[in-house]
């Protein structure tokens, strides 16, 4: 195997859970805004759908702290996964410290820093909506209903 296509292979199970660059926003949909009893807003939330073979899957949110004190975000669950897991972008590596500062945002994006939706017990599909469930110290569990768009 030349190095050529060892790279290029290398980019695109790389990219399995982290698309560089977001595609067309056409026809894509996000969940409803909802706040956190701790004022974290949490907007702006879509899974992608999981490609054939994909271990792993991606969610895309913006945290906004509206509150006074700081609030760091735990982690999640959902039924398609076995954890969600805060990342850093792939080039960087590694999990990421999820704290907001009041007045603070943290972005979810797609070539930024994500959610992994580690080990899908099944793909997501284009249409659904999943539960997903986000843990707060303060402010504890929040779920949304989160809509699965195009990759
Ligand atoms: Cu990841």
Same mark, same amino acid.
């Given at each position: 195997? /030349?190095?050529?296509?060892?790279?290029?292979?290398?980019?695109?199970?790389?990219?399995?859970?982290?698309?560089?660059?977001?595609?067309? *926003? $056409?026809?894509?949909?996000?969940?409803?805004?909802?706040?956190?009893?701790?004022?974290?807003?949490?907007?702006?939330?879509?899974?992608?759908? +999981?490609?054939?073979?994909?271990?792993?899957?991606?969610?895309?949110?913006?945290?906004? /702290?509206?509150? *006074?004190? *700081?609030?760091?975000?735990?982690?999640?669950?959902?039924?398609?996964?076995?954890?969600?897991? @805060?990342? *850093?972008?792939?080039?960087?590596?590694?999990?990421?410290?999820?704290?907001? $500062? @009041?007045?603070?945002?943290?972005?979810?994006? @797609?070539? +930024?820093?994500?959610?992994?939706?580690?080990?899908?017990?099944?793909?997501?599909?284009?249409?659904?909506?999943?539960?997903?469930?986000? /843990?707060?110290?303060?402010?504890?569990?929040?779920?949304?209903?989160? @809509?699965? /768009?195009?990759?």
């Amino acid at each position: 195997m /030349n190095h050529r296509l060892t790279a290029a292979l290398l980019l695109i199970s790389l990219s399995a859970c982290a698309p560089e660059a977001d595609s067309s *926003q $056409a026809n894509r949909t996000t969940a409803q805004p909802v706040t956190t009893s701790a004022g974290v807003r949490i907007e702006g939330a879509e899974l992608r759908e +999981g490609l054939p073979g994909a271990e792993d899957g991606v969610l895309y949110l913006t945290l906004t /702290n509206t509150g *006074q004190a *700081q609030v760091r975000l735990l982690g999640g669950r959902t039924p398609l996964a076995r954890e969600i897991v @805060p990342m *850093q972008h792939h080039g960087t590596g590694g999990t990421l410290e999820p704290i907001l $500062a @009041p007045g603070e945002a943290l972005v979810f994006k @797609p070539g +930024g820093n994500h959610l992994m939706l580690v080990g899908l017990s099944r793909l997501p599909k284009v249409g659904e909506q999943v539960n997903v469930t986000l /843990n707060f110290a303060p402010g504890g569990e929040i779920t949304l209903n989160v @809509p699965v /768009n195009p990759y």
